[in-house]
């Protein structure tokens, strides 16, 4: 049988808010994948250790202070630097549209924005980990 | 308020009605098989006097400025003086921010209230590793007394009330303030304003805590007690509701674990030897306010009365100030859409009033941007000018509390009432609101409604407009106001310049006395104002009380 698919749902900074971070969780839980919260203000290198401990598919953010710009990609850097570049990263929050272009070049696979629908991020981690 | 042979007549009238109702729609049936308001109470289709049969007047209404305050804590209202409009501000340095206040009390905005960037939340300096990417983002960045000078310069601090949005390092930025009052040579004993100070909230829903629970409670006990002496017109603590709601809960939570933390605060304050009339009084509240209306309205009402009870009953207060339940409130954060925002606008203005009707004493109104980004000058301008257009334009503050008697809102009231006492109940069968949250009762029940919420957005059982019907394709929004990256830098070079033309010795020696009265039970508060006089950082300040007290840990519950 295929494991599921496991996603850590992290949190990194300082920001505080993380309804949509508990309920993208929950949403990914729902939908019958393995999901490790991390809890607030995680930094860059502790979403890493925990994402390469979990062995996970993929690592889901969510900033809504305007710290993107400078987290985002430095999760990415550093997956890249623990040869694990084969992990899916996608980011969510309150994140200018034109900040995305410059976040997807970074190595983010995907931006979700306000009002995005669960189902379509659920989708979207699916069609996009690379498989084991 | 109905004798028995009217009420009689009335329910046979209704009864016959109904008999109609139900032909009707066998033949086309109503939009929804049931309707609920978001705290889950079920909404009739027609509320009678039979709803309010037993309302007694005198014990559960009451008049204005009366107990238990349900109609309003004030004996005129608005008919005395508007609420005071406040418009949450901050970004950048204390040069930009200083310059917004300006202008908003150029517009007529009648006092301040302060953001702070998320590094001075958690009390780190701009220059701590953690700040990286931070500053000047969500608020001003503030390091040490220099920069709150620049924040308050030309604005007299005897002449404006002041809001801060600020709780764990309550205490370090009270004392800022009442140092840069001391400077403009206004004295404590004149200073009007509120620090939010209400750390019970940030472990359920917003989490800029620093400290353990037992240290944070001393912390905002001390300063209850402080202000009580040297800042009389000081409000201690805002106990916050806002952002429980806007992490997911539904009206009746917010009620329920807003009063429940007050309870705690109040527990804490009279197990440290305060008369429970000598800080009460100075105690506020800060709600949210959502789309619905009568629910909105409703749960204010609610809240005054339930409130009012707590302090007279369960704390025996004497004082009728330490019964009134005074609120700030601002209107939804989560309930604006990113698509289409110019529709923001309607939804704050149906917050707004609605904030009104409930009696607010000061308010917020949120700007149509603001699910984008910080909001522009231009869209808190019409924000602004939405409060002042309920005011002067719209009638509703000619006399008091206008929806009282209404059979639906007088239901409600009652209903919002009663499931949040149930809540506060079972509260105290944990042992209190600090062992909830350390079991994660309250995040766990404000979890499971904001899961709901979403799930009835998906499903379409909740429309939201604009977002999940009547949708346009539409560009992305320009003009959206951005914070220069620069500022980070530019406040690490103050403080680089700060440290180097301070007295280092003088900052040690504050700081030491503020280490071994943190180990004492001694009131912190002159010892923190003693490192702040001194130019010792933010950083510096909660860095000595991090080491003494530890870090809080939270409970991650899913």
Redesign the interface.
Same mark, same amino acid.
């Given at each position: 049988m295929e494991r599921p698919i496991r996603v850590v749902v992290a949190k990194p900074g300082l920001d505080g808010h993380d309804r949509g971070a508990k309920v993208v969780a929950r949403a990914l839980r729902d939908a019958g994948m393995e999901v490790i919260y991390t809890g607030l203000r995680q930094t860059p290198e502790q979403i890493v250790e925990t994402a390469i401990q979990e062995d996970a598919d993929c690592v889901a953010m969510s900033i809504l202070s305007g710290a993107h710009n400078h987290l985002f990609p430095k999760v990415v850097q550093l997956l890249k630097e623990k040869e694990a570049e084969d992990i899916l990263v996608v980011g969510g929050g309150v994140i200018p549209e034109d900040d995305i272009p410059g976040l997807l070049e970074a190595g983010i696979s995907a931006i979700f924005t306000p009002g995005t629908p669960t189902t379509v991020t659920i989708d979207f981690i699916r069609e996009n980990i690379r498989k084991k | 308020m109905f004798d028995k042979e009217k009420l009689g007549q009335i329910k046979e009238a209704r009864e016959k009605w109904e008999n109609g109702v139900s032909k009707t729609i066998s033949k086309q049936p109503e939009r929804k098989a049931a309707f609920k308001t978001s705290s889950g109470v079920e909404i009739k289709r027609l509320y009678t006097p039979e709803d309010v049969a037993d309302l007694d007047y005198n014990d559960r209404l009451s008049c204005p400025g009366e107990y238990p305050y349900t109609r309003g804590v004030q004996s005129t209202m608005y008919r005395g003086k508007f609420w005071t409009m406040r418009q949450y501000a901050g970004f950048a340095t204390a040069e930009e921010s200083n310059k917004r206040y300006k202008y908003l009390l150029e517009q007529g905005q009648t006092g301040l209230s302060v953001a702070f960037d998320?590094?001075t939340?958690?009390g780190?300096d701009s220059d701590h590793a953690?700040?990286?990417?931070?500053v000047g983002?969500?608020g001003v960045a503030i390091d040490s007394l220099k920069d709150m000078e620049i924040l308050f310069d030309g604005i007299p601090l005897d002449k404006v009330s002041t809001s801060m949005t600020i709780n764990a390092p309550a205490s370090v930025l009270l004392a800022m303030y009442i140092a840069v009052g001391e400077k403009q040579g206004v004295s404590s004993e004149q200073l009007s304003g509120t620090i939010q100070n209400d750390i019970l909230k940030?472990y359920i829903?917003?989490? $800029?805590y620093i400290f353990p629970v037992e240290p944070s409670m001393r912390l905002i006990t001390n300063i209850f007690e402080y202000c009580s002496q040297q800042v009389p017109k000081w409000n201690t603590i805002s106990i916050s509701g806002y952002h429980i709601r806007?992490?997911?809960s539904t009206a009746a939570q917010e009620v329920a674990f807003t009063l429940a933390d007050g309870i705690a605060y109040v527990e804490a304050a009279v197990k440290a030897g305060l008369d429970v009339d000598d800080f009460a009084p100075r105690l506020s509240f800060f709600f949210n306010s959502h789309n619905d209306l009568l629910e909105e309205v409703s749960k204010f009402r609610a809240a005054r009365r339930l409130w009012a009870k707590i302090m007279k009953e369960r704390f025996h207060a004497k004082s009728v100030k330490s019964m009134m339940l005074r609120f700030h409130t601002q209107t939804g954060g989560?309930t604006l $859409?990113?698509?289409q925002p110019d529709n923001n606008i309607v939804r704050v203005a149906i917050q707004t009033l609605a904030a009104v009707l409930g009696g607010t004493q000061s308010l917020h109104t949120n700007s149509k941007d603001e699910?984008?980004?910080?909001p522009t000058e231009d869209a808190v301008r019409i924000a602004l000018r939405t409060q002042q257009i309920v005011a002067y334009e719209s009638g509703v503050t000619e006399t008091i509390d206008p929806l009282a008697g209404s059979y639906y809102i007088e239901s409600l009231t009652d209903q919002i009432e009663g499931l949040a006492a149930a809540y506060i109940k079972k509260i105290d069968e944990l042992g209190g609101a600090a062992k909830a949250i350390e079991k994660g009762y309250i995040q766990k029940e404000i979890?499971d409604s904001?899961?709901a919420y979403?799930k009835e957005?998906?499903s379409g059982d909740r429309v939201?407009v604009g977002?999940?019907k009547f949708q346009v394709k539409e560009a992305?929004?320009k003009g959206?106001l951005?914070?220069d990256?620069v500022v980070g830098e530019l406040q690490k070079k103050k403080l680089e310049a700060l440290r180097a033309e301070r007295d280092n010795q003088k900052v040690e020696a504050a700081l030491e006395a503020l280490r071994n009265a943190a180990k004492s039970d001694d009131n912190l508060m002159p010892y923190i104002l003693d490192a702040v006089r001194a130019y010792g950082t933010l950083g510096e300040i909660c860095g000595v009380l991090r080491n003494v007290f530890g870090e809080y840990q939270?409970s991650?519950i899913?």
């Open positions: - | 998320l590094p939340q958690i780190y953690l700040s990286e990417g931070e983002k969500v940030e829903a917003r989490g $800029t806007e992490a997911g989560s $859409t990113a698509q699910a984008l980004a910080l979890q904001a899961y979403q957005i998906e939201v977002m999940n992305a929004p959206l951005r914070v990256p939270q991650i899913l």
